[in-house]
């Protein structure tokens, strides 16, 4: 039995997991170059940028192609 967990739940713990792992990537560098907190920071924020460009390119696609959809059902009848 297959189980459907809603796309909000996903996005949202992938998120919040690579801002984990890139926050403790940067925490790493920073402890290694003695450099604190600047790595950490940089590695937060590309993180952010990168997983809110994925958002949004991913959403853009899936309208693009429900427009279509709906552009084809109005087209058939």
């Not at 967990?5 to 690579?18: K, L, M």
């Not at 920073?30 to 950490?40: H, I, N, S, V, Y």
């Not at 590309?46 to 390119?57: E, R, T």
Request: proline share 3%.
């Amino acid at each position: 039995m297959a189980t459907h967990t809603p796309v909000s739940i996903t996005n949202g713990a992938e998120i919040a997991g690579t801002v984990l792992v890139f926050f403790l990537l940067g925490w790493f560098i920073d402890r290694q170059l003695g450099t604190t907190p600047w790595f950490m920071i940089a590695c937060v924020l590309v993180a952010i940028v990168a997983q809110f460009l994925k958002l949004y390119y991913v959403y853009s696609a899936q309208m693009t192609s429900l427009e279509a959809q709906r552009r084809a059902a109005v087209h058939a009848k």
